[in-house]
């Protein structure tokens, strides 16, 4: 089959966009994929959502942080970024999701936004709610173990010490 000529071809833009949730967390691309094309259905409705389209292309997330890069039609990138504001949880796991930029090609998006330094992750014990807990330190992020879940604090509402 012959290609459409440029001047036919749909214009695409690809949204950068940053990953967060717990460190204990996995995530996989077909369930963020399938997320992601629920929230638009819901907000859009089906013709909507065809317009955006909201492919996910590259999906990266380990240790409670990731990346991804999501397609949609030139045009449709505010629609698509509303679409991503709803997304709140996959799988039953709260996420955290922030639109780092948006760009005309998939290599400029990775080269712009996605190659971003490594976070170290440290476990230390930590003084919260007046008593030594577990928890997980990134950067000035401290996420800690409490009986019935996680907490997420910052350095100023703990007491850091080492193991």
Request: proline share 4%; hydrophobic share 40%.
């Amino acid at each position: 089959m012959k290609h459409l000529p440029k001047h036919l071809r749909p214009r695409w833009r690809y949204l950068a966009v940053g990953l967060e949730s717990w460190p204990d967390v996995e995530l996989d691309r077909r369930a963020f994929q399938r997320e992601v094309w629920f929230a638009a259905q819901n907000l859009v409705g089906d013709a909507g959502s065809a317009d955006l389209d909201g492919s996910v292309l590259h999906f990266r997330f380990a240790d409670g942080l990731g990346e991804a890069i999501v397609r949609a039609r030139r045009g449709e990138v505010e629609r698509l970024r509303a679409v991503l504001a709803t997304v709140s949880e996959v799988d039953g796991h709260p996420l955290g999701l922030v639109v780092r930029g948006v760009s005309g090609t998939v290599r400029a998006c990775e080269e712009k936004y996605i190659r971003r330094p490594k976070v170290e992750l440290d476990e230390r014990s930590v003084a919260f709610a007046s008593a030594e807990r577990p928890a997980v330190v990134r950067d000035h992020r401290v996420d800690v173990r409490l009986s019935d879940g996680r907490v997420g604090a910052t350095a100023l509402d703990i007491d850091t010490r080492e193991n």
